[in-house]
């Protein structure tokens, strides 16, 4: 079964304004944390927010933050006043546990517009 | 402090050889993961090495392998290439605590002819 789920393949947003790009996850393990991270063209992968499963509050970084919704196991990223920098595929990632691996989920494409 | 640095940044080969990627973890992270990247699979797992020892292995023939140094920087080898080994390969780093952020190098490219 899919560990994480990305359902947008590909979203556009107008510059300045916030995106919402949805995460889904499943796992049996009550210690868990979640990762959001940023892969522009050039390949390499930029960590942004991280959500710890007992974390009560939900995770900010600048313009950020993570909407956790436990009971819902999803875990979507918004991102406020959308730069023309944004436009990246951004990518949703779990580890479960005492593991030490990410599951990735498919990402996402954003294209921001001018 | 320096990010994690991969070596070569680029590379081609032809089926049946072999290639050994270098990758040099944030200084003082003393884990590091491999993972391939290609547009079929997506981002999946190869292996976590952590002071020399791995830790964990993803579900890849054996063709893959890698090793830790004691400076902690690692090198993973493909043998007998093929042409589905063409990807981006990633290593990230973390430091000692399990739920640390692994912080990702700017991958190598690898094409296989």
């Known amino acids: 079964a899919q560990k994480i789920t990305q359902t947008q393949p590909g979203m556009f947003v107008q510059e300045k304004e916030a995106v919402t790009l949805d995460c889904t996850y499943d796992t049996s393990d009550q210690s868990y944390g979640l990762f959001w991270y940023k892969q522009p063209s050039s390949g390499e992968m930029i960590f942004l927010i991280y959500q710890g499963s007992y974390d009560e509050q939900n995770a900010t970084e600048g313009r950020y933050s993570l909407n956790f919704q436990k009971a819902r196991k999803s875990a979507n990223l918004v991102i406020s006043a959308s730069q023309l920098g944004d436009s990246a595929m951004y990518f949703c990632?779990?580890?479960?546990?005492?593991?030490?691996?990410?599951?990735f989920g498919a990402g996402t494409t954003v294209t921001v517009r001018a | 402090k320096a990010g994690v640095t991969q070596t070569p940044r680029y590379l081609i080969k032809t089926r049946g050889q072999q290639v050994t990627l270098s990758c040099s973890p944030i200084s003082g992270h003393r884990s590091v993961s491999w993972y391939q990247q290609t547009p079929g699979q997506g981002l999946q797992f190869l292996f976590e090495y952590f002071s020399e020892t791995q830790r964990n292995k993803g579900n890849f023939p054996g063709r893959f392998s890698g090793r830790q140094f004691s400076n902690s920087r690692s090198e993973m080898n493909v043998s007998t290439l093929e042409l589905g080994d063409s990807a981006l390969y990633l290593c990230?780093?973390?430091?000692?605590?399990?739920?640390?952020?692994?912080?990702f190098g700017p991958g190598t490219r690898l094409l296989v002819l």
């Open positions: 990632a779990m580890r479960e546990g005492n593991d030490y691996k990410l599951s």
């Open positions: 990230a780093s973390s430091g000692r605590t399990d739920q640390e952020t692994q912080y």
